[in-house]
């Protein structure tokens, strides 16, 4: 995969630190983007950092 453009699933997950299972259920949720391209789908990196960027966020409001 590309650092630009998009991962697989399960490179997703690793690189969140979760199980396939959970990005599945962030999907379904809405809470992490993803594109299909031809059969696969595949989760843009940019939908990865917005998804992280977004946990902080509501970290730093929980914390405050």
């Known amino acids: 995969s590309s650092d ?3 991962s697989y699933l399960e490179e997703a ?3 969140l630190g979760i199980g396939r299972s959970k990005v ?3 999907l379904r949720a ?3 983007g993803s594109v299909r391209i ?3 789908r595949r989760i843009p990196v940019t ?3 917005e ?3 977004e ?3 509501k970290k730093q409001r929980s914390a405050a």
Request: charged fraction near 0%; glycine fraction near 12%; include cysteine.
């Open 55 to 57: 946990l902080a966020t």
């Open 13 to 15: 997950a690793f690189t």
């Open 38 to 40: 031809g059969g696969s």
């Open 47 to 49: 939908a990865i950092q």
């Open 4 to 6: 630009v453009c998009s």
């Open 30 to 32: 809405g809470a992490l």
């Open 24 to 26: 599945y259920v962030l």
């Open 51 to 53: 998804y992280v960027a």
